[in-house]
């Protein structure tokens, strides 16, 4: 049975820094391109950024290039997003997410979730 559990999302400061961690068991965690989404109140759920098996290659959406890193290590099969320079708006749902696909961009084309972390960014 896969299982994606994320951590580390909790109430902070506009400016201030967080990383979250998703660690997965039940999968051949390295096969797998890791993605982070979020998914504020009353809006879709959207891509933040990807990464490939062996993190050589990695997408980010303009919302997170220059403040967010994506990084993984396979030998914990751990996945991490350090969130930098928060804002309000990054305020939302943390979820992680895998894929066969590093070109996939859509939530349908992710195969594994896990339940999602708070961050909340007060001004």
């Known amino acids: 049975q896969v299982e994606l559990v994320e951590s580390g999302g909790r109430l902070v400061q506009a400016g201030d820094s967080l990383r979250l961690s998703c660690a997965a068991s039940g999968v051949a965690f390295s096969d797998w391109v890791v993605a982070w989404f979020r998914q504020a109140p009353g809006k879709e759920r959207e891509l933040v950024t990807a990464?490939?098996?062996?993190?050589?290659?990695?997408f980010y959406t303009d919302s997170a290039k220059g403040r967010f890193t994506i990084s993984r290590d396979n030998a914990k099969n751990t996945a991490y997003l350090q969130l930098n320079s928060l804002i309000p708006e990054d305020t939302a749902v943390y979820y992680c997410?895998?894929?066969?696909?590093?070109?996939?961009?859509?939530?349908?084309?992710?195969?594994?979730w896990g339940q999602g972390t708070q961050v909340t960014v007060s001004p």
């Open positions: 997410a895998l894929t066969w696909d590093f070109r996939a961009r859509a939530p349908n084309e992710f195969h594994y």
């Open positions: 990464i490939s098996y062996r993190t050589d290659t990695t």
